[in-house]
């Protein structure tokens, strides 16, 4: 069964960057597109960024200027460049995607903005 997983989270300080990762696991496959969310604690979660089969974006409007999403060549991985980094964005951020007719989510990579 394909799976996404996530990776490139961690501890960084407030102004920092961050660059996350999403791919396949089990069976490399394209990912046309997909979408990033975040969940703090104690809160819903929310979505972050999107970018689309045309490679359009889409940026939820507390990311817009410091987050960008992109893909690479052979559409099997999923970025997002995450720059100048506050406290309130420490999350745990999830990918997700359409995968052969079925939405995807991979299991979060924890980010940590701190002094």
């Known amino acids: 069964q394909v799976q996404l997983v996530e990776s490139g989270g961690g501890l960084v300080q407030p102004g920092g960057s961050l660059r996350l990762s999403c791919a396949t696991s089990g069976r490399t496959v394209s990912i046309p597109s997909a979408a990033w969310y975040r969940q703090a604690p104690g809160k819903e979660r929310e979505f972050v960024a999107m970018m689309s089969a045309d490679r359009s974006t889409n940026y939820a409007d507390f990311v817009k200027g410091r987050f960008t999403v992109s893909r690479d060549r052979s559409w099997n991985t999923v970025y997002l460049q995450m720059n100048n980094l506050k406290p309130e964005d420490t999350a745990v951020y999830y990918c997700?995607?359409?995968?052969?007719?079925?939405?995807?989510w991979g299991q979060g990579t924890q980010v940590t903005v701190s002094e």
């Open positions: 997700k995607a359409g995968i052969f007719g079925r939405e995807v």
